[in-house]
């Protein structure tokens, strides 16, 4: 049997003010694709597949077109929800859906859902699906012993209809490590701090695979099959060095599972370019990549420069993100103080000039001080007033 691993859609997300709705029309056109060449039998899809609970309606429409795309070619799809999910709102038609060939678990009820499916070889594989887990709301449920997503896991795995005869595939929405050991991780995701809250990978040791979601970055935790897919499309700049990519996973009547990485190819990629504005904005530079990709610019100018965005706007039209490493920026880290807490010291007005500066590459004028501070004095008045 033969299936796509899928996680972290996140349909729906904006990336710095933009819009990744036609980015992911894009990337799940290209997977439906894939599917049908390789001709497999199931699409997974392991969670977070919108961004946010309550989704945009063109994200859902996005999603109505991606399964009914899979299932048109009989390609069963099965997906969980994730923590950027509402269970509740997955779970509505899933009987209906399932009886077309889509298979939701929005929310756990008792009943840890499974699907048996058989290829035309004759391997029976039997797919559980284990939703996002709220253990504070399933301590008395399930009786147990720490409000933790380690017991909460741990409990409902241990209740799974269990056929023998068949190769099983778990599919889990949760953040895993190995022996305390943390996957890499990105700056999009939500993720426990430090690993608290973590579930072991030893949990999922009697699975033939286990196709995960939650962490953006692809990776294996100490088997190959034991596995985070990661998100079709980078949605940070923490992950603008690193491939994408989706597994096909070929399950045959016995043995471990044949795992293949097919590259995703974006619609805009997303990376970083760093140097002085003269040399950022050259055509040699300029020319050396895809100037309408998603770019996050470092300068490194020591001089103040007159309205350096706008500058890379010509050039680059998706600029998301402009950013300064010189003298000046590297001795206000050298403070030792942490961003939050530089913030949390400084004034209105000190807010606005940073604002200002990272805004427009230079500082305000003394004028524009002036009157900043002004106005500053009349909101703390009218707020005394209040």
């Known amino acids: 049997m033969k299936f796509l691993h899928l996680s972290d859609l996140h349909l729906g997300k904006r990336v710095y003010g933009y819009s990744m709705l036609e980015d992911q029309r894009a990337i799940l056109e290209q997977i439906v ?149 943390l996957p890499a991780q990105s700056d999009s995701e939500v993720v426990p701090v430090g690993g608290v809250d973590a579930v072991d990978a030893a949990l999922f040791d009697r699975y033939d695979y286990a196709a995960l979601g939650h962490i953006h970055r692809p990776q294996r935790l100490g088997r190959d099959y034991v596995r985070y897919a990661g998100s079709p499309l980078k949605y940070s700049f923490s992950e603008a060095k690193y491939a994408k990519s989706v597994p096909l996973v070929t399950l045959h009547t016995e043995g471990e599972p044949e795992i293949v990485l097919l590259p995703l190819v974006p619609r805009h990629d997303l990376r970083e370019i760093r140097g002085r504005l003269e040399d950022v904005i050259s055509e040699t530079t300029v020319q050396a990549g895809e100037p309408e990709d998603y770019i996050r610019v470092i300068l490194t100018d020591e001089e103040e420069l007159y309205d350096p965005q706008r500058a890379l706007k010509e050039v680059y039209p998706n600029l998301m993100r402009l950013d300064f490493d010189n003298s000046r920026t590297r001795a206000a880290d050298a403070g030792g103080m942490t961003e939050e807490d530089a913030v949390q010291q400084m004034t209105t007005a000190e807010l606005f000039a940073q604002f200002f500066q990272q805004q427009n590459g230079k500082e305000m004028t003394p004028w524009q001080t002036e009157r900043l501070l002004e106005l500053c004095r009349r909101m703390e008045e009218n707020n005394e007033a209040d």
Not at 47 to 63: N, R
Request: proline residues 3%; aromatic residues 8%; contains cysteine.
């Open 33 to 181: 694709r894939l599917a049908k060449e390789q001709q497999v039998d199931a699409v997974l899809i392991a969670g977070d597949i919108y961004d946010k609970t309550v989704p945009p309606g063109e994200a859902v429409q996005l999603f109505d077109w991606f399964f009914t795309a899979l299932c048109r070619e009989q390609i069963t799809v099965l997906a969980i929800s994730g923590n950027h999910d509402s269970g509740e709102r997955l779970d509505f038609g899933r009987t209906l859906l399932a009886q077309q060939g889509m298979h939701l678990a929005g929310t756990y009820d008792s009943v840890l859902e499974s699907v048996t499916l058989c290829d035309r070889d004759g391997c029976r594989v039997q797919f559980h699906l284990l939703p996002w887990l709220r253990p504070m709301e399933l301590r008395e449920r399930l009786q147990l012993e720490q409000s933790s997503q380690q017991c909460a896991v741990q409990a409902v795995l241990a209740q799974a209809d269990w056929e023998e005869s068949a190769r099983h595939v778990l599919l889990a929405h949760t953040f895993v490590t190995v022996g305390g050991e």
